[in-house]
């Protein structure tokens, strides 16, 4: 099931998947309060199994109606089970029904393979992202 949730539900998928264990305030996002934003959690029997932060941004060279992607991360307990792809076409329609124009993220180079597959394109050469590591940007239109 997907529902909202609140930033403080995001911070221990985010800090377990997305930054190792390093603390709940490494998992803060600056944009985590943006005006226009929201949480997605997906649930299994009422546990917390995968996450996603939404807010209004454009992409650069991309024009106007972006809303991007942050803070993706899935329980590796659920990994593979649909959870994540899921939450994305959730998400989709809630954009689409806000007449967003696309999504876009700051993808991990090892999760290309799972935004191609709901209809994602790479759209920047490969980057590393400081204690991250590598990353592409990518977009996909909502039509």
Do not use: Q
């Not at 546990?47 to 942050?70: H, N």
């Not at 649909?82 to 999760?111: P, Q, T, V």
């Not at 799972?114 to 977009?139: A, Q, R």
């Amino acid at each position: 099931m997907i529902k909202y949730i609140t930033t403080t539900e995001t911070l221990g998928l985010r800090n377990l998947v997305l930054r190792n264990n390093a603390g709940l305030d490494k998992c803060i996002f600056p944009t985590d309060e943006t005006e226009g934003n929201f949480h997605l959690g997906c649930f299994v029997e009422d546990r917390l199994a995968s996450i996603a932060t939404f807010f209004p941004e454009d992409c650069e060279g991309r024009g106007a109606g972006g809303f991007r992607l942050r803070g993706m991360a899935t329980d590796p307990a659920f990994s593979g089970k649909g959870c994540g792809s899921d939450l994305i076409k959730f998400a989709i329609n809630e954009l689409r029904s806000a007449n967003a124009s696309y999504i876009w993220c700051h993808a991990r180079s090892s999760a290309v393979g799972f935004y191609e597959k709901l209809g994602f394109e790479v759209i920047s050469e490969e980057y590393e992202v400081p204690e991250i590591g590598p990353h592409f940007n990518m977009i996909k239109i909502i039509s």
